[in-house]
C-alpha cells in the first residue's frame, strides 16, 4: 500500500495523559501536513512540513501538541496533558511541493477520545 | 475568519435526484479550489478548479467555479447510495495549506 498511513487509528485515553500519532506519507512526498476534525466540522489545520523543516504552525496549536518529522520521512504529533477537548480525529496529508496547488492525500485518521 | 463558505449543511434527497452542492470562497490570494468526498474514512479527492480550468466533470460528477461569483458547485446526476458521503470543499490562497469548509452532508434514501 503506497498511501498515507497514520497509527494508531483509535487512541482511548485518559484526561492527563500524554498521546503520540504517527503518519508515514507517501514516499516521493516531501509536504506533510497535520489537521483535527471534529464532529461536524470541516478539517482544520494545524501545522506542516516540507521535509524536516516545520514551516507553520496554527495557532489552534497550544503549547501542549509538538510534531516532529526527522529526516523528512515519517512525522509524529504529540500531545501532552490531554484535555477532552482535544477529542477529535487526526488527519494526516501528504503532497509534493513541485505543483503549488494540487491536492493533498490524506490518510485514514487517528481518532482520540479524551475521558 | 471563515474563507470557505458550503451550503447546505445537510441535503437529503432520493436515489435518482440531481443534487447541487455550493462552496463560495474570499478572492483574496486564491489560487484553486478542491472538492473532496469524506464517508467514516479519510477525504478522498474529486476536483481541483482554477482560474485556468474552471470545469471538470467525471462520469456523474461535476464541478464548476464561477470567477464572477467567487463561488463554485457540485453536481451530482442520479444519484446513488453510495454518494451518501460529506463532501468537502477546501481553497487554496497561496500559504501552502488549504482551507476547508463545514462540509455538506449528503444523504440518499433508497
Known amino acids: 500500500d503506497t498511501g498515507v498511513s497514520q497509527n494508531p487509528r483509535h487512541k482511548i485515553t485518559k484526561r492527563g495523559q500524554n498521546v503520540t500519532f504517527r503518519c508515514d506519507p507517501i514516499?516521493?512526498?516531501?509536504?506533510l501536513y497535520w489537521y483535527r476534525q471534529t464532529l461536524g466540522q470541516g478539517p482544520e489545520f494545524l501545522t506542516y512540513?516540507?521535509?524536516?523543516?516545520?514551516?507553520?504552525k496554527s495557532r489552534l496549536l497550544s503549547d501542549r501538541f509538538s510534531a516532529e518529522r526527522p529526516k523528512g520521512s515519517f512525522s509524529t504529533l504529540e500531545i501532552q496533558r490531554t484535555e477532552q477537548g482535544d477529542s477529535a480525529m487526526y488527519l494526516c496529508?501528504?503532497?509534493?511541493?513541485?505543483?503549488?496547488?494540487?491536492?493533498?492525500?490524506f490518510g485514514e485518521g487517528s481518532r482520540l477520545t479524551v475521558l | 475568519e471563515d474563507k470557505v463558505v458550503q451550503s447546505p449543511l445537510s441535503l437529503v434527497v432520493h436515489e435518482g435526484d440531481t443534487v447541487t452542492l455550493n462552496c463560495s470562497y474570499e478572492?483574496?490570494?486564491?489560487?484553486?479550489l478542491l472538492w473532496y468526498k469524506q464517508e467514516k474514512k479519510a477525504p478522498t479527492f474529486l476536483f481541483m478548479l482554477?482560474?485556468?480550468?474552471i470545469e471538470k466533470k467525471s462520469g456523474r460528477l461535476s464541478s464548476i467555479l464561477d470567477k464572477k461569483e467567487l463561488s463554485s458547485i457540485l453536481n451530482i446526476t442520479a444519484t446513488q447510495t453510495g454518494d451518501s458521503a460529506i463532501y468537502l470543499c477546501?481553497?487554496?490562497?497561496?500559504?501552502?495549506?488549504?482551507?476547508f469548509g463545514t462540509g455538506t452532508r449528503l444523504t440518499i434514501i433508497p
Open positions: 496529508a501528504s503532497k509534493t511541493a513541485v505543483v503549488l496547488t494540487g491536492e493533498l492525500f
Open positions: 514516499s516521493e512526498h516531501n509536504r
Open positions: 512540513f516540507q521535509n524536516e523543516a516545520q514551516l507553520e
Open positions: 478572492v483574496t490570494n486564491f489560487r484553486s
Open positions: 482554477t482560474s485556468s480550468g
Open positions: 477546501a481553497g487554496n490562497f497561496g500559504n501552502e495549506k488549504l482551507t
